[in-house]
């Protein structure tokens, strides 16, 4: 299993993800925003980071990018929930920027588990 860092300004979903991830066996921490994803990531070794693109102090968008800069094989999954057109937007951006996966709010927990698994286990 994975060593899975989850970065999101909603509390209700970093505890919902991290619950669903935990229950199939991944070691998660949580991160509240861009910022504390970086500091955490900068501080131990991880196989995948979920990240809110639209959050405070620094958004995923910036977060995407240095993780990638820095843990180079670091896997990325970026999730939004803002407005439509503007979700899409920044998704496209994130897949650009290096992201593997995206994801619009709200998803189901099966779409997210099994790329979590696709990404941790690609054989």
Not at 58 to 87: F, V, Y
């Amino acid at each position: 299993m994975g060593k899975i860092l989850i970065a999101d300004d909603d509390s209700e979903i970093r505890v919902t993800l991290q619950k669903l991830l935990q229950m199939v066996g991944h070691e998660v921490q949580l991160a509240k925003d861009g910022l504390e994803a970086c500091r955490i990531l900068d501080a131990g070794a991880f196989d995948l980071m979920v990240t809110d693109i639209v959050m405070p102090n620094q958004e995923g968008l910036e977060s995407i990018m240095q993780a990638k800069q820095k843990h180079p094989s670091l896997h990325l999954i970026a999730m939004s929930g803002g407005g439509k057109d503007r979700t899409e937007n920044y998704l496209r951006m994130a897949k650009t920027f290096g992201a593997d996966a995206i994801f619009m709010k709200p998803f189901s927990p099966r779409e997210m588990l099994d790329k979590v698994n696709e990404l941790l286990d690609p054989t």
